[in-house]
């Protein structure tokens, strides 16, 4: 029995959208945000690894209805807006031995995947994902859970999510990132200690 099951009970019990074209609204509406979060911490109970993950957000995403999986990415996306700072990039660079645009992106997509408790503490302060370093990994990154949402909508209905969803009245995405400045640069490492000591040592603490 998977997660949604446990939540709601039988499939059968729950309204479904039509899956023709036509019954699919564009919609702003992000998913529920303690269900999202139900998700990916039963995700993280039932695998082991990357890969594994992503197959159990899949499955448990085509059990949402059309419009919720739709929300399910618009609240990745979110997500991922609100940790679009300098902070939390200096921890990128610092986990990663350098941080491009790309890999920012597949950074924070990897935060959010660890849970809601992960994602919130690395929000208020990004050194904590000290407790998320691991011996066995060289990349902190997590690209594929970006496009979960896409591939269960695709699995589900035959289509394109992306084309369903209300871009006009959906403000928090990629496209419309805040500006800043960098408290920080990669040639001064004490700018980088500063913001994030417990990953600096970690990482960098035998930079010279």
């Given amino acids: 029995m998977g997660l949604f099951d446990k939540i709601f009970g039988k499939k059968e019990n729950i309204p479904q959208l039509e899956t023709t074209q036509e019954a699919i609204s564009p919609t702003a509406e992000m998913l529920d945000e303690d269900l999202y979060w139900k998700i990916i911490e039963f995700s993280l109970q039932q695998a082991d690894n990357q890969y594994d993950q992503e197959q159990v957000l899949i499955r448990e995403i085509e059990k949402l209805n059309q419009q919720q999986m739709i ?8 997500l991922l807006y609100d940790t679009y700072n300098s902070e939390m990039w200096c921890a990128a660079y610092i986990m990663n031995g350098g941080c491009s645009d790309d890999m920012f992106e597949y950074f924070r997509n990897w935060v ?7 994602y919130y503490a690395a929000k208020e302060n990004p050194d904590s994902l000290i407790t998320e370093a691991d011996d066995e990994t060289d990349e902190f990154e997590f690209e594929t859970f970006w496009y979960v ?4 909508f695709k699995n589900k209905t035959g289509e394109n999510l992306y084309n369903h969803i209300d871009n006009e009245n959906f403000e928090t995405k990629e496209g419309n990132y805040p500006q800043f400045d960098f408290t920080w640069t990669e040639e001064d ?20």
């Fill in 71 to 78: 929300g399910f990415r618009l609240r990745t996306d979110k």
């Fill in 112 to 118: 959010i995947s660890r849970g809601r408790d992960v």
């Fill in 149 to 152: 949402a896409l591939e269960a």
């Fill in 189 to 208: 490492p004490e700018s980088l200690q500063k913001i994030c000591p417990k990953l600096f040592e970690r990482f960098l603490g035998n930079f010279e």
